[in-house]
């Protein structure tokens, strides 16, 4: 009996510590189309406390703009270029940082790639070839595991053939 209860203890634990650290590995390709992080609590419905910056308005297919998220602390984030509901583009491999295959597109999303705290990243995002429409960068940011903002807005990013 003592054994048994050693195992329930060990499950326990071990599921409470998944729902506390949610993925500090980043997000699973699970998540590219809601956005929502597993960490069983709902969203933030509170003003979005973080900056997204893209780094140039319009751009010609294939090349490349620079995507920030910054702000006060948070330990995880989430990024997709998106034309309506479809991820588009890639995101260049980078320091602290998971790529995500969304769609069937490689690379077309990017996550954190381990949970330390972070005021800010920077992503470069390359517009894919004979692309002609406009892109908004959608964004997840979890403050930590159970305060989190998601599939928030950029600006518009306009592309050209």
């Known amino acids: 009996m003592m054994n048994s209860k050693k195992v329930t203890l060990a499950v326990v634990l071990a599921t409470t510590l998944a ?38 308005s319009n751009i010609r297919s ?14 995880g984030f989430f990024v997709q ?18 790529l995500v295959d969304c769609g069937g597109s490689r690379g077309s999303g990017a996550s954190h790639s381990d949970p330390n705290p972070k005021q800010q990243i920077a992503l470069t995002w390359v517009a894919p070839p ?12 979890a403050q930590d595991g159970g305060t989190f903002w998601v599939g928030q807005k950029s600006t518009p990013l306009t592309i050209s053939a």
């Open 19 to 56: 729902v506390a650290y949610g993925y500090g590995g980043g997000a699973p390709v699970e998540a590219c189309g809601d956005m929502v992080p597993q960490h069983h609590v709902a969203p933030q419905s509170t003003p979005f406390p973080y900056r997204i910056s893209v780094s140039k």
């Open 62 to 75: 294939g090349e490349k703009v620079l995507v920030t998220i910054s702000g006060k602390e948070f330990k």
């Open 81 to 98: 270029g998106r034309v309506g509901d479809v991820p588009v583009g890639t995101f260049e491999p980078a320091p602290g940082v998971k």
């Open 130 to 141: 004979g692309l002609s429409e406009t892109v908004q960068f959608r964004v997840t940011v």
